[in-house]
Every structure is written in C-alpha cells, then in structure tokens.
C-alpha cells in the first residue's frame, strides 16, 4: 500500500458537489490503483436533498466506514490496473444486465486516462462482503455513484504513468503529455502505458495530486458510443450463466406448487421419475421438488412426469376482484373536502405486472462440505452471499458469489432466488446444479410489480391548481434485497417525520409531483400479501406517476386549457420546459390527425433528470390501438454515452406501451394465469412505432439517473392519446386486458 | 438410444439422443452450442431462432430426429470467420443490442427475412414475432432496413 494521491473531482460550476475521494496504490507488479467509493464529504449538504432523491451509498456512508475502509488493504471498492500490454482493466462492482453501464463506466476511463476505447475492459467484480452495501444495482444510481471516482482512478493513474516517463526520460512532467496510450515527450519520443505501468507501480510519489480533466475537454464522454459488448452479443458469444461451463454442473430443473408459496407433501412416483431417460437425481427442496438430468429437454420430462402432493400456498383464495377490494379499502382518505372548490377525482388501477426478462430465473451452483461457489446474473450480490451461507451453513467466506452478465432484470435480478433454490439444490443432492426456471414457473412464480390502486383529487379556482392530493394503495413490494438494509441503516439521518415504514420512505424518496400544484399530499398504504413482488423499472414511479399525468390531462380541459400549455404554466423548472418544449416542437403537438388518431404528451423528473414524451396513436380499433410515432427528449444533466440513454429510453418507451395497453397477470386462486409471452402480452415489433425520435439535451450539471426515467412520461402519454382517440377516460390498467388465452394447467 | 448424423455450423456431428429430444437441447447441452438461447421452449418467443436448411426454425420445437442429415446453422455460424454477416453489422451499427439475450433469434430471423425479401415493408418486419423484453424493436427495424441497402 503507497500512500494515497489526494484528488478532487470537481464539478465544473465549482464548490457545489465538490467531493473528495481517496486512491490508493496497490502492491502489484503493474500499476493498479483503487479508490474508495464514497466521499469524504459525505454528509448531504441540506435535507432537501435527501428527499429529493433515493439515498445514494455515497451519501449515506458514514466517515467511520470511511476511515475503516481506507485502512484495510481489500476494502477499496474500484480497482483500475494498467497491463503489460497496455489494456486498462477496471472491476465494477455493480450488475450488467443490459443497461449499458460497463461502455460507460470505460468510456469515462478511455477519456480520463487517454487511451483509445477498445483498450479498456470492464469485468464485473464477484460479490465482496468488505463492500458492505455499496455494491448494489438500483435506484438508476450507477453513473450517479461512480461518476467522480472512476474519473479520479484513472487521472491518478494517468499521472503515474506520466511521472514514470519523466523518471525513464530525466524530463520534467509538467512537459510530458498522453495521447492514445501513449506518453509523449517534447521532442516526439513516445513511451506506450504497457512500457511504463511496472516503473509506475514502484514509484514513490509523496504529494501527488490528480485531477480528472474539466469537463470541458473531454472528446470521448459525451458522444454518442456503441457498445462494448455488442460485437459478442451479435455473434453468439456472449456467455450468459447457463452458458458457462462449469465442471459437472447438470441441467436441473424444479416442479413447483399450484398456487404461490405452497409446499411439496409428498412425492408419489419418485421410483418411476428416477427411471426416466436421462435423470440423473431428485431432490424435494423448499420451493419444489428438483430433477436433474443429463439435458435440459428430460429434465423438463421429467418435472412434468412428476406426481406430487402439495400442502396450500399463501394466497390460495385470493383472485383479482379480492386484491382489488382491499385495496381499495386500504387507499388513505383525502385531507381535503370537495364541498367548497372546484375539484376533479379519480381513481385508477394497475394489475400485476411481470418483470418477465428473457433470460429466465437461472444459476449455477456447487455446493461442497467446505465451500460453495455461485454463478449468477445478481444486482444485490453481497446479501446473496450472506442468505446463501446461513442457508447451507457454511460460513461466508467460504462462499464465492460470481456475478454473471444477464439477459434482462428491470428489478427482477435484485432478488437472488434462483442463486439461493441453486444453492439448496446443490447441497440436497451434493452435486453441482445448473438451475434453469422454465418460462412458465417464471411468470408464475417468479416476482412482479404489485397490483396498485390509486385515488387523486385536485382542486382549482380562477384558472390555479389549489391542491393536489394521491393516496396509493399497492401489494406490498418486498424490498429485502439489500436496499431495506442500506436504508434501514441510514433511516435515523432521513428528515422525514414519524415513524415510516421502509416502503413509505422509497414512496417519499422517489416520487414527487413536478407541478406547481399548491398544497400537494402523496400517500402511501401498502396491504402486505404474501406474493412474489418486487421493484419493476422505475418501482411506484410507473403508476403513480403515469396516473398523475393522466390526471393532468383532465385538469387541463377542465381549465380549457391545451395539454401542453397547461405543463408548461405548471412546471417548476426552465429545465423541465426545454424537455416538454422540445417534444411540442420536434412532435409538430397540436397537428391536425384522422378519426381514431390522436397525440398524447406525458412528463416525468427523476432521479436529478427529467424527460417529455410526445405519441401519436392509431386507435381507430380501441381493442388493437398501436402506438405509431414517439418523441422523446430527456434532460440527464450529463450524459456519458448519448446512445446508450438513446437505448434506456426507447427501452422505457415500449415498456410503457406494453403495460399501458396490453401487458399484465391475472390472479386467480392464488396463481398468475399467464405462463409465457403468448398469454402476457409483452409488446411485440408490430406493437411498436416505427418511427421513435429521442433526443437527448446537452450537458448542463452532473449526471442524473437515466435507466428508468423513461416509463413513467411514456405511460402518461399513451394513455393521454388513447383516451383522446377513443374519447374514454381509461382507469385500469392494462386498457385491454382479456383473458384471450387458454392457461396451462397448474 | 439411435444416432443422429447432421451437420452444425458447416460441421458433421453424430450424436446418440432420444429421438424426441428438442434440438434446442441438443445443439445447447450435448454439443455446447450456446448461441440459440431457451425463452420458453414453446415456440412463443422465438429466442432460439436458427435455420435448417436455410430456412428459420425454432429448435425448442423440432425434435433431432427431422434434422437427420440436414443442415443446421447456428448465430455461431452465420459470420465467415472473422468476417460479420451484413446483418450482423447492421445491428453493430445500429447498436441494437441491450442485454442482448433475443439477439441471436432477431439475426437470425432477420437473415431468413431478408432472404426471402431483399426489401421488406414495415408491415413485414411487424411479422416478426421474436419477443425483445428490452424493447429494442425499433433500433431493429432501422437495422433490418440498413442491412436491406448494405445487401
Ligand atoms: S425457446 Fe424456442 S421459441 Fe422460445
Ligand atoms: S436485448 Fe434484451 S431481450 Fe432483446
């Protein structure tokens, strides 16, 4: 351990957000740098902050973590080494699952160190407990969180190798400059990062300072980039968990209860399944009763062979209308009577929605007397290792937790299930388990966005909004994934009164009204059912804010005012009116359109971003409406890789379009009817619009969150379009949603 | 068990499978050809789109007893070494891939597409049903098309 290089990463505009963070160098034969991750200046500099935004893991650590974490020589949290051969290679400990943050996170180290793209490489680092809850994927907090230290990583490194120049050369470093992976002297001679990085890891430096270039200058971080991975994704080659070759770990897979939660009584033919071609094992574990073969195709077979007793679930009786009925009962009454105003009500309702990635629940696990080993697509890994060891005792760190790329979570991959089903599997059977869900047992048994009904009321006289008011009631989103503890840990420094439940504090945190509304109310009243739900892609923000700005829409006539007009006059922001004045423009609003045609505008801010979506919609069927024009434009205070938001953001856009019009699960007796893409009704090609412009708004501050910004004004959009080409109100959400399909059977 | 002779990705392979098992799970777990990827087994969303012959087919639904001295090429295939398909650098131009798990079936779907169709409508990528839960649907139709003026 050298001593640490103290730098800043400071914002352009100064003293704002100036934090510090310290980088240490890293015993090792080449040069390899690691920073802490949280700041010094730790604390937010007003409550207002903290309630603006879900708590970042920087701002909430506290300096004794700091300072522990500073002194204990694996505790650093991002790791940057320069090889032999010139690649940069930098450990994130963060989740891929196709939000494009490793291409960001090398894109901000090819700037900072001057080294051409396609020399850096990103690798997602395995679960490390000494990371305590910072290595968590959520809240869209990735580039938020590591933003300033991965650029300071790579300055300190970038002036290490430039002092180890001037060593080798007896120049001065103040005329040494870098270029391409290279140092370069006055006089033109050139020395490659590869040549230097063993002098640069031996250097004794006392005093050296680094400071990540000032934005201004920067030629990669900004411009619109492709992808790294894209080239292994397009050939086939991208190595998603079962893919992996691990040795001996065979196809597995578990048949599952009829209804949520219930449990296995009795195996009644395990003698005959065992007989069957290609099974290899058998074993009744808490969720099922688990079959291994030598494929997937018989141990398939053999799960459906299966003839199983099963003890009830958790929700047995619960169907549809009951969901609906509580929650209706548990929507918090409003403040404000309606005797004396003006006023507009509404209630809406949105059904259970799967996350549905396309890579189903999967992991690999090898489970031995001593040790464990995991394989697995994970955004909360540390508390998977904990679960996962105190579940075969074995202490922790005798669990090694690899996080594997991943077809897709949208909040599905903060829970570790399928690692932990994995892990019990292994040990029952003591043997190495490749788990795979089929897509059926995904969607019914997998997680969803909880069932939500919602009450608004606004009140208005003379042309102004009085009051504004939006009771939720929702399932109960389980959050015990990690985040209940990060927040849990930091709840007494949350200025928020009384005492709140953890999901009421998410509520508080991350949903907030944009408009000038006078005196606005947001409540939250969750009914705890024992289901499988979880965060979906913008969590409460969805439905909640998708309703609003349906809600907005009608207030809007109700004033006789324009859509449009009436966002602009209510709009806090000049920030938020370039996004809305954007689509308006760019989206010709107001154009004449045919019979069954309509636009529709939809707004949304979060996560320190905001973002305006213009739709046009072809709903002369009301039962076929497709969406045929989108145009977005998004404010994300900095954008890293323009084209990667471009993609986060038509990302938003279909799963707005899916779950507004045709995208939901039914409940009936304790089970989701839907069991594959054929019955959930995921939007397809011909549901969405050929022609999509987004834009993204050049950088005006720090980066905000951008990975679920997209949802919420693209629900409120849709639905806005669609009532106005059909001249309904639309309430419940999906609009269409039949049950057009025969469910498999249970 | 019988034996199965048919050619994968320009190579002759001989494998012994019961003659109902799924190619998906042939080419995936006997042959370790991951390229084709397991979506629902069902023929719904079409994440293991390959071809036989030429033609697209869904692997998790033909048994290894039709391909029986037949053709089968793979995403792994469709590159000439290091050179990509047309379509293949269609989709690196348009940067269509997130998390990249459908992609494999949207080339390949796309390929056979364009083999019929040199120029195909709007309407007739709508046809395609590969299901992208990241929502990558229009970065594809701009890729298809592109692809279409590149062939
Ligand atoms: S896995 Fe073959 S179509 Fe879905
Ligand atoms: S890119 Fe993720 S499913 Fe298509």
Redesign the interface.
């Known amino acids: 351990m050298g001593s640490p290089t103290d730098s800043t990463a400071e914002h352009e505009d100064g003293a704002v957000n100036r934090r510090r963070f310290l980088t240490f160098l890293v015993a090792a034969p080449t040069l390899t740098l690691a920073t802490n991750l949280a700041a010094d200046a730790i604390a937010p500099g007003t409550a207002e902050a903290v309630v603006s935004i879900l708590p970042q893991p920087a701002e909430i650590m506290d300096l004794g973590d700091v300072l522990i974490l500073a002194g204990t020589p694996t505790a650093h949290l991002l790791v940057l080494e320069l090889t032999e051969d010139g690649e940069a290679h930098f450990e994130l400990p963060r989740a891929e699952v196709g939000q494009g943050i490793t291409t960001a996170v090398a894109m901000l180290v090819a700037e900072e160190l001057d080294l051409p793209l396609s020399k850096v490489r990103v690798r997602l680092a395995d679960a490390r407990s000494e990371l305590l809850m910072n290595q968590l994927t959520g809240s869209s907090n990735t580039i938020r969180s590591v933003y300033g230290p991965v650029r300071q990583t790579a300055a300190a490194a970038r002036a290490r190798l430039i002092a180890a120049a001037g060593k080798q050369w007896g120049l001065s470093t103040d005329r040494l400059v870098t270029r391409d992976g290279v140092v370069v002297a006055p006089d033109g001679r050139t020395a490659t990062y590869g040549s230097l990085t063993s002098l640069a890891a031996k250097l004794t430096l006392p005093g050296l300072t680094a400071t990540p270039k000032p934005e201004s200058e920067h030629t990669l971080v900004g411009t619109p980039t492709s992808r790294i991975d894209a080239r292994a994704m397009v050939t086939g080659t991208m190595r998603y968990t079962l893919d992996l070759d691990v040795a001996g770990a065979k196809p597995t897979m578990v048949r599952r209860p009829p209804t949520i939660n219930g449990t296995v009584r009795s195996v009644n033919n395990e003698a005959a399944v065992r007989a069957m071609p290609g099974v290899i094992d058998l074993a009744v574990v808490p969720a099922g009763v688990a079959v291994m073969a030598a494929t997937f195709g018989q141990a398939l077979d053999a799960k459906n062979a299966l003839d199983v007793t099963w003890n009830g679930g958790t929700v047995d009786a619960l169907s549809d209308a009951d969901i609906r009925l509580r929650l209706r009962a548990a929507a918090p009454p409003f403040i404000v009577p309606p005797l004396l105003t003006q006023h507009v009500d509404a209630e809406f309702d949105f059904a259970f929605v799967s996350h549905a990635p396309l890579e189903t629940n999967s992991a690999i696990a090898d489970v031995r007397d001593d040790r464990a080993e995991i394989w697995a697509g994970l955004k909360s890994p540390i508390v998977a290792k904990q679960t996962i060891a105190a579940a075969i005792g074995l202490p922790e760190d005798r669990v090694t937790v690899h996080v594997t790329q991943s077809g897709g979570s949208f909040g599905r991959r903060l829970f570790f299930d399928g690692a932990l089903e994995a892990a019990q599997i292994s040990k029952a059977m003591a043997r190495p388990v490749k788990l795979m869900w089929s897509r059926i047992d995904d969607m019914r048994h997998g997680r969803a966005r909880p069932a939500t009904h919602h009450k608004v009321r606004a009140t208005y006289a003379l042309g102004r909004v009085l009051t504004y008011e939006h009771r939720v009631a929702a399932v109960e989103t389980d959050f015990r994934h990690g985040l209940g503890e990060i927040l849990t840990a930091t709840a007494a420094h949350l200025p928020v009164a009384g005492n709140l439940s953890f999901a009421q504090t998410v509520f508080l945190t991350t949903v907030k009204v944009p408009y000038d509304f006078g005196v606005v109310t947001e409540l939250l009243n969750e009914v705890p059912l024992k289901m499988h739900t979880a965060s979906w892609r913008s969590v409460y923000s969805a439905n909640t804010r998708g309703a609003e700005e349906i809600l907005v829409d009608e207030l809007a006539k109700r004033l006789g005012k324009d859509p449009v007009a009436f966002r602009r006059e209510f709009l806090k922001t000049g920030r938020q009116r370039a996004v809305l004045d954007k689509v308006a423009t760019a989206g010709n609003w107001g154009r004449a359109m045919p019979a069954g045609f309509a636009q529709g505008v939809g707004f949304h801010d979060e996560y320190k971003s905001c973002t305006a979506c213009l739709v046009e919609i072809d709903a002369r069927d009301p039962k076929k409406p497709r969406v045929v024009k989108a145009v977005i434009a998004a404010d994300v205070g900095r954008p890293i890789n323009p084209r990667g938001l471009e993609a986060q953001l038509l990302g938003g856009l279909t799963d707005a379009i899916a779950t507004t019009l045709r995208a939901g699960l039914h409940i009936d007796r304790g089970l989701p009817l839907e069991g594959s893409y054929s019955q959930f009704h995921y939007a397809r090609q011909k549901d969405s619009p050929p022609d999509v412009r987004i834009f993204i708004l050049p950088a005006n501050g720090e980066p905000g969150g951008a990975g679920e910004l997209g949802v919420p004004a693209a629900v409120g959009a849709i639905a806005n379009a669609y009532a106005r080409a059909t001249g309904t109100r639309p309430r419940s959400f999906p609009i269409n949603f039949d049950v057009d399909f025969t469910p498999f059977s249970r | ?1 019988p034996t199965y002779t048919f050619s994968v990705n320009g190579k002759t392979v001989t494998i012994d499978a ?1 003659a109902d ?2 190619l ?3 080419l ?3 042959l ?1 050809v ?9 023929d ?2 079409k ?1 293991c789109t390959s071809h036989l012959d030429g033609e697209a087919i869904n692997p998790c639904v033909v048994p290894v007893s039709q391909v029986q001295g037949r053709e089968v090429t ?3 295939g ?2 000439d070494g290091g050179t ?1 398909h047309p379509v ?1 650098e269609a ?3 348009q ?10 079936g949207q ?1 390949m779907a796309a390929v056979a597409l364009l083999r019929k169709n040199k120029n195909p409508t ?1 309407a007739e ?17 701009e890729a298809i098309k592109r692809a279409a003026a590149k062939m």
């Open positions: 068990m019961p098992l799924s998906l799970w042939v995936r777990d006997k370790g991951t390229g084709p990827k397991y979506g629902c087994g069902i719904v969303c994440a793979t995403i792994e469709l590159a990509l293949q989709w690196l131009e940067d269509v891939p997130q998390c990249g798990y459908c992609q494999p080339i709007d990528i709508d046809a395609i049903q590969n299901v992208c839960r990241c929502g990558t649907y229009f970065r594809i139709r």
